[in-house]
């Protein structure tokens, strides 16, 4: 029923999935460019009309019934970013742990303009040795998909320039917002 809701809605309003759309069993998915809080919700009815569920971080102040509820049953993992601890090591090791885990992260790591991309999805990734699988989100086209998958992560800045070379052309809701320099 949320795969045909989540397809209607998107038709609704106009946008297309679009791209090959494969995702491993395992694997690291980022999302670009990260500007509104209607990414979150592009990006849910994305992966409802694929018949997904990658999980995704939520800051833990947003961890309060009844949000809670929604976030547990949408595949939130609450975030504590008051305490120091190895975030990489903590989810390599809770995806190595399970047979299947899609983990959605926006590299950007805030709506706002950054100087440069968060890479610890590229961490993730390498230490729980799944692919990163590159998925898009562009408001002016209206349309949003995945057609890239990363195996090879020995070389970083190859497969940055790869991922900055990919989202070149994507246009965030707010395009002035997006920096597509990564490292």
């Not at 949000?67 to 390599?92: A, C, E, M, Y």
């Not at 090791?93 to 926006?106: A, G, P, Q, R, Y």
Request: with cysteine; net charge positive.
């Amino acid at each position: 029923m949320k795969r045909i809701f989540a397809k209607l809605i998107l038709k609704f309003l106009g946008w297309k999935i679009i791209g090959n759309n494969t995702f491993p069993k395992k694997c690291v998915i980022i999302v670009a460019p990260h500007t509104s809080n209607w990414d979150f919700i592009y990006g849910k009815c994305y992966a409802y009309a694929l018949g997904i569920q990658p999980k995704y971080l939520v800051k833990s102040e947003l961890y309060f019934w009844p949000i809670s509820w929604f976030i547990n049953h949408n595949g939130g993992i609450p975030v504590d970013r008051t305490k120091s601890s190895s975030l990489v090591d903590q989810l390599s090791l809770k995806i190595k742990n399970e047979d299947e885990f899609m983990l959605t992260l926006s590299p950007e790591g805030t709506r706002s303009k950054v100087d440069k991309w968060k890479t610890g999805f590229y961490y993730v990734a390498k230490k729980a040795n799944i692919p990163i699988v590159l998925a898009f989100i562009d408001f002016k086209n209206k349309c949003l998909g995945s057609d890239k998958i990363i195996y090879d992560l020995e070389n970083f800045q190859k497969v940055m320039a790869d991922i900055q070379d990919y989202y070149k052309n994507c246009n965030g809701k707010y395009p002035n917002q997006f920096n597509q320099v990564i490292y």
